[in-house]
């Protein structure tokens, strides 16, 4: 199983942030976050 960032606590702290910037709610919007804090974890370009 991979390992998340996010717990779902936080999670349901941060998509409303998101959706008051306008940040399009697609069906992967936390993978997607997920995913760029991954890239900023381990310092790939």
């Given at each position: 199983?991979?390992?998340?960032?996010?717990?779902?606590?936080?999670?349901?702290?941060?998509r409303?942030?998101?959706?008051?910037?306008?940040?399009?709610?697609?069906?992967?919007?936390?993978?997607?976050?997920?995913?760029?804090?991954?890239?900023?974890?381990?310092?790939?370009?």
């Amino acid at each position: 199983m991979p390992r998340t960032m996010l717990k779902d606590e936080h999670w349901t702290r941060l998509r409303p942030i998101l959706l008051e910037l306008n940040i399009y709610d697609k069906g992967n919007l936390r993978q997607t976050v997920e995913g760029i804090l991954y890239r900023m974890r381990v310092g790939c370009p």
